[in-house]
């Protein structure tokens, strides 16, 4: 722009100059300025039209702690070459850099380049819009052409190995079956039915077959082993943030630095209690899928999301989703939570209930809900390590006497060592 200014400068005083004093050559001298600028912005023009963007991500589901990859091109339509192209792209992914600066662009030819971001956090992230900037041989003019498509990108929260976590006993004596058809495989067959499509081979009962002249598949039920549901506060009044922003710089920073200067380095969660909820919540998950229990989630942030118990890979899908994009913006305390949504919950349920709330009421109301026949589990995020007024003591000891199995899990922890120790369970009635 100082150079334009400049330029402009100039062509006025050669103008002023031919017309005080007539010379030839001060006419001359304006006419070759005003042919200069009117060439330089033709060219800076030029430079981000005929182009063909394209942007290529692999998957559209990341998780903290994991790359994600992206393969962006740009193709030269024109019969012009560019001699320079600046990529601004505007993606809102923490970490994700993927602006790059072309140089002598040939007609026809492309250029392409691959960027791999490693995710820092969860959510649901926009990938795009993107800038295209050029301008002339002489520096007079920039130009930008904005290409508004967008993609979306979810994020999943980060979740953490563990070795174990008190698993629900079942109340039901002497093992009995428990009368609910499933369509998964278990140790208890209920009877057999005629074959239909997606029937898998294994599920074909063949002494039957053969006997009937027709496919005959068996059918299961649940075996006695309680559900599982997990209860995530988000009261937005029980949450801490322990300087969730100066994190976000040393990441920036550490990402800054050159790749060989990088040291490998474990994943390290945002300092504030919804951060350490959600992993928790999400890892536990993992946990009780991956041993083929039935689970459930429930969380009322600035919207009730409630995930029905179910299993397998798809059900974790589904939970990781709703975490994902899940903050702390809850209005209803989690002892209205608990009153409102265990109504619901039958006998011998599971309930594993994840809270930073120093409030020693809900700790009362889950003593009730334990003895009126639910199993209850508390993983306590202490609010004072992450500077929050008050500590997670009382409610914690309000557990141990009702002898609930409680975990507390502090800043700094790490929740693979903290909720992989063996508790005293006690023995179901």
Not at 31 to 60: D, E, H, N, P
Not at 77 to 84: A, N, S
Request: net charge positive; with cysteine; aromatic share 8%.
């Amino acid at each position: 722009m100082t150079r334009l200014r400049t330029v402009l400068a100039l062509g006025f005083l050669c103008l002023v100059g031919a017309l005080v004093s007539g010379r030839e050559v001060f006419y001359q001298l304006t006419y070759a300025i005003v042919v200069v600028l009117l060439l330089a912005l033709f060219w800076a023009w030029t430079g981000v039209g005929w182009l063909r963007f394209s942007r290529q991500t692999r998957i559209r589901r990341a998780q903290v702690g994991r790359p994600l990859d992206e393969r962006l091109a740009v193709r030269n339509t024109g019969r012009l070459p560019k001699l320079w192209l600046e990529v601004d792209d505007r993606s809102n992914l923490p970490g994700h850099h993927a602006g790059f600066v072309i140089s002598n662009l040939a007609a026809g030819s492309d250029r392409g380049w691959t960027v791999r971001t490693t995710c820092q956090e969860r959510g649901r992230f926009t990938l795009g819009p993107v800038v295209l900037t050029s301008g002339d041989p002489f520096g007079l003019y920039r130009v930008s052409r904005k290409i508004p498509a967008t993609s979306t990108v979810v994020v999943y929260p980060a979740m953490v190995d563990l070795r174990m976590f008190p698993l629900p006993v079942g109340r039901l004596p002497g093992g009995d079956a428990l009368r609910r058809r499933t369509h998964y495989i278990t140790t208890n067959a209920s009877g057999v039915r005629d074959y239909a499509p997606g029937d898998g081979l294994n599920r074909i009962h063949w002494p039957s077959t053969a006997k009937r002249d027709r496919m005959i598949v068996k059918e299961f039920e649940l075996d006695p082993l309680s559900d599982v549901w997990i209860v995530v506060d988000m009261h937005r009044a029980v949450h801490h943030d322990a300087g969730v922003q100066e994190w976000r710089k040393q990441i920036q920073e550490i990402d800054n630095l050159p790749p060989w200067s990088r040291k490998p380095r474990r994943i390290e969660l945002p300092p504030s209690t919804e951060e350490y909820a959600v992993t928790t919540a999400a890892s536990i998950a993992q946990y009780f899928l991956r041993h083929d229990r039935a689970l459930g989630l429930v969380a009322v942030g600035h919207r009730r999301e409630v995930i029905q118990a179910d299993r397998g890979e798809r059900q974790l899908n589904k939970i990781l989703e709703t975490l994902a994009v899940l903050h702390a913006q809850g209005d209803f305390s989690l002892r209205e939570v608990l009153a409102a949504e265990a109504m619901g919950l039958s006998r011998g349920t599971t309930l594993i209930i994840v809270s930073s709330s120093p409030d020693i009421r809900y700790a009362i109301a889950a003593r009730h809900l334990d003895r009126s026949g639910l199993s209850v589990v508390a993983v306590l995020i202490d609010p004072q390590s992450f500077g929050g007024p008050h500590g997670i003591g009382e409610v914690a000891a309000q557990f141990t006497l009702a002898a609930i199995p409680n975990y507390v899990v502090r800043k700094g922890d790490l929740l693979e060592e903290v909720l992989g120790k063996a508790v005293a369970l006690r023995r179901a009635v």
